[in-house]
């Protein structure tokens, strides 16, 4: 086969979409959720426990993370 003849296909398959794969329908985005207010007052709440829970080196004490999650769901329970 000549380069030309070569050219020429690879041109042809441009043309024509050249694309073998089939695309999969494409999906609008839906809205982002809005988040709960209890979730608010957890993540806040999270936040101010976190650091008594942790090392100076930034990691977890021993089943502190565990600890941290239980104590800011008791604080944001209280919080208003």
């Given at each position: 086969m000549h380069i030309d003849?070569?050219?020429e296909l690879l041109?042809?398959?441009?043309?024509?979409?050249?694309?073998s794969k089939k695309t999969a329908p494409t999906r609008s985005?839906?809205?982002k959720r809005k988040p709960s207010a209890y979730s608010k007052k957890y993540s806040k709440a999270?936040?101010?426990v976190?650091?008594?829970h942790?090392?100076?080196?930034?990691g977890w004490k021993k089943d502190g993370y565990?600890?941290?999650v239980k104590?800011?769901?008791a604080k944001a329970k209280r919080m208003k």
């Open positions: 003849k070569v050219i041109q042809a398959a441009k043309e024509s979409g050249g694309s985005k839906s809205a999270f936040k101010a976190k650091s008594k942790m090392k100076k080196s930034g565990k600890k941290a104590a800011a769901h």
